[in-house]
């Protein structure tokens, strides 16, 4: 599995995901949002370790130099 995510994409859905988490914690988000919010945030910092983002695999998209 090559890497296909550079650096500051990696940065941008680490913070997106802390936001998720944030807006968790303080009850601003409940129920639903809360679920697919934290299921998204749970993906994005998955990828964000990993380096590869499966969704830019079959369109051959790479954003790391």
């Known amino acids: ?3 296909n995510m ?7 859905r680490v913070v997106l995901a802390v ?6 914690f303080t009850n601003l988000i409940s129920g639903t949002a809360a679920i697919i919010l ?3 945030a749970i993906v994005f910092l998955l990828t964000s370790v990993v380096g590869f983002c499966p969704l830019y695999a079959p369109f051959k998209l ?4």
């Open 38 to 40: 934290g299921i998204l």
């Open 62 to 65: 790479s954003t790391k130099k």
């Open 19 to 24: 936001a998720v988490a944030v807006l968790y």
């Open 6 to 12: 550079g650096s500051a994409d990696r940065i941008i």
């Open 1 to 3: 599995m090559k890497q």
